[in-house]
């Protein structure tokens, strides 16, 4: 009975001072990099180029939840897990590169295995990863990890490449928690700051689920963690900016069966303060919202699964970075699967937005978004749209 009242003494302990961490610093954090400027335009009609592409896959059953990272050449890398099924020993991160015509043969840069020798510690499972490139060409990798346990168990390593994600010379576990360092997760790409550090967006996921900040250095170090929101329920931001750069716009998964809707936050001082999180007019079914600002366009684009029981459709959605009523507007452009088409990530570039999906479990689609062709009058010269095919 002793070891016991000690054990529950300790556990409510530990609860209390997880909970009571006050985010660390309170002082304002660097400017958001300033998205490139644009004239001006009326909303597109915006539709699929034609064709698409499956991502040449390992031979494995199961891939999902891919990162997509645009390189400065105008190519693209993507990241994902793939192995028997989600959450099982031997799933591998996989990664291929995209030249402009065609994606690489996937090929495993990271494994259980191989992770628990770089951190010096077990690692069972691999998760999510979030991607990008620091001012001098270096790849950043947030990887969700567990040693024991389900996702709600996670841990964040970060990792460091010089050549692209074909290999990691540096890994380390970033301390996010005072209780045992778990339950933190990423699945969204961060925003730059001025300063070459990161805002990357994560969650919490052990017995409640809520919106998290974590500040990170322009070589890779935890600087610091903030909430977004207090709420129970709503967890994977993904952060977009508009015409200011210091207007910030989070979108939001719930995880509720009562609240099967997308959710909205939004902070006018580059993440430091929120607005309450609130429902948008866009049914979800507990699935991964992508965001992603469309300078060349003047807007944000969203794309999600648009029912509350199915991840078998993605939808698109828009919202004009100077609509003082911050309405979104369902597109009529669709992506339909047999079993589930979900997780999707964006990369705008080049004027251009590519949309990497998890088809079926099977593999990652790539499609292509274009503006709608302007209509020709009869006898005029056919016009062009903004992406005359599918990649």
């Known amino acids: ?39 001006a335009s009326a909303p597109p009609c915006v539709t699929w180029a034609e064709g698409g592409l499956t991502l040449p896959t390992a031979e494995v059953a199961q891939h999902h939840a891919v990162s997509t990272l645009a390189l400065p050449n105008g190519g693209m890398l993507a990241f994902w897990f793939a192995g028997s099924r989600e959450g099982a020993t031997d799933v591998a991160l996989l990664r291929s590169q995209f030249d402009g015509r065609g994606w690489s043969a996937a090929q495993a840069v990271l494994t259980p295995k191989l992770l628990s020798q770089k951190l010096g510690r077990t690692v069972r499972k691999l998760g999510n990863p979030s991607v990008w490139l620091d001012a001098q060409g270096q790849l950043h990798m947030a990887v969700v990890n567990v040693t024991l346990g389900g996702w709600a168990m996670s841990r964040i390593a970060h990792l460091s490449s010089a050549d692209l994600g074909l290999t990691f010379d540096r890994a380390q576990d970033w301390i996010t928690s005072p209780w045992l360092n778990i339950s933190t997760l990423v699945r969204s790409p961060p925003l730059p700051l001025s300063d070459g550090s990161f805002l990357l967006p994560a969650y919490h996921e052990l017995a409640i689920k809520r919106p998290e900040l974590l500040h990170i250095s322009a070589d890779g170090r935890l600087l610091s963690k903030r909430r977004m929101a207090f709420e129970l329920q709503l967890l994977q931001p993904a952060l977009a900016t508009g015409v200011d750069p210091n207007h910030v716009l989070a979108v939001l998964r719930s995880a509720s069966a009562r609240d099967p809707w997308i959710h909205q936050q939004e902070s006018s001082d580059g993440g430091l303060t929120w607005t309450n999180p609130h429902p948008l007019s866009l049914p979800n079914p507990d699935a991964y919202v992508a965001l992603a600002s469309w300078p060349q366009q003047r807007l944000w684009l969203m794309v999600y699964n648009p029912e509350t029981t199915t991840r078998k459709r993605l939808a698109v959605a828009w919202r004009a970075w100077d609509d003082p009523e911050g309405e979104w507007h369902p597109s009529p452009v669709e992506i339909n699967e047999p079993t589930e088409a979900s997780y999707p990530s964006l990369v705008v570039q080049d004027g251009y937005v590519e949309v990497l999906y998890t088809q079926n479990r099977q593999a990652i689609a790539h499609r292509r978004l274009q503006v709608c062709p302007v209509p020709v009058a009869p006898g005029a010269a056919a016009s062009k749209s903004v992406a005359s095919g599918a990649p």
């Open 1 to 39: 009975m002793l070891y016991l009242r000690w054990a529950l003494t300790l556990t409510l302990a530990c609860v209390l001072a997880w909970w009571r961490t006050s985010d660390q610093p309170v002082a304002p954090l660097a400017r958001l990099a300033a998205p490139p400027s644009a004239a």
